[in-house]
């Protein structure tokens, strides 16, 4: 899926924050300044969404997971849905400190989540006290809340896909200090040295962060299509090496008959 540079202009792309409130080490992605914004070069843009793009798809490809993370309101909804069309984990809400320094104890919290559902499935759930299961509720609703859409990675995750580092420098400093691979969306007033791909552009405008995560989820889909493929060739395969083995069997028996 080619970037058009036009989609990216029509989608706001290019517009950074305020001039005095840039960072000087984003000057290599600033095409010019205009009322006192920095204009974003959306050919470094198009470029980086491509390269970016490529890493994903390798990453998918291989069957391990990518964490999306965005927290703020603009991005929030954008986020959880296209990270749900790919089934990949995300976090939308508040980070949840320790969420990859920290892992064991994020998955206990998860696994409480499913202790609670066995015990509504089992019955268990029903002999609490009208109290207790009210607290049960509570918890389960709040555990959904914050991790439900982690549920399903019971490993840290390969790479983290983030909208604006500023916010979530949380998440910036746990995933370096685990040596993860960061993708991120890098405005001008961001510091691009924290992120091994940057993708310089707004990350204020829904439009934008929908436009730049159209294409990076499309990237994904193609690599886990690409697994899927590579999973189903194998299958085949295997099916045909004892039909092949087979026919010299009975070709063998049939001139022995004869």
Do not use: C
Request: charged share 30%; hydrophobic share 40%.
């Amino acid at each position: 899926m080619a970037v058009e540079v036009k989609e990216l202009l029509e989608a706001g792309v290019h517009f950074g924050h305020l001039t005095r409130k840039w960072n000087p080490n984003m000057a290599p992605y600033v095409y010019m300044e205009r009322n006192g914004i920095h204009i974003i070069n959306l050919y470094k843009t198009a470029a980086k969404i491509e390269e970016a793009s490529a890493a994903l798809a390798k990453i998918a490809s291989s069957g391990r997971k990518i964490l999306f993370v965005a927290t703020k309101k603009q991005a929030k909804d954008i986020v959880a849905e296209k990270a749900s069309e790919i089934n990949m984990p995300y976090i939308t809400e508040r980070w949840p400190g320790g969420m990859l320094t920290n892992f064991v104890t994020i998955r206990k919290a998860v696994k409480k989540m499913a202790s609670i559902d066995r015990m509504k499935k089992d019955g268990t759930f029903l002999t609490l006290s009208k109290k207790e299961r009210l607290q049960v509720d509570r918890l389960r609703a709040k555990l959904e809340k914050n991790l439900g859409s982690i549920s399903d990675m019971t490993r840290l995750p390969a790479a983290l896909f983030v909208v604006d580092i500023k916010r979530e420098h949380i998440a910036i400093k746990e995933a370096q200090k685990l040596n993860i691979p960061i993708f991120a969306m890098v405005d001008t007033n961001s510091d691009p040295r924290q992120v091994d791909y940057v993708i310089p552009a707004n990350d204020d405008a829904s439009k934008s962060i929908d436009k730049i995560l159209t294409h990076v989820t499309a990237a994904i889909a193609g690599g886990l299509a690409e697994r899927k493929a590579e999973k189903d060739a194998t299958a085949s395969e295997k099916e045909e090496a004892p039909k092949a083995k087979a026919e010299p069997a009975k070709k063998v028996a049939a001139e022995e008959e004869e």
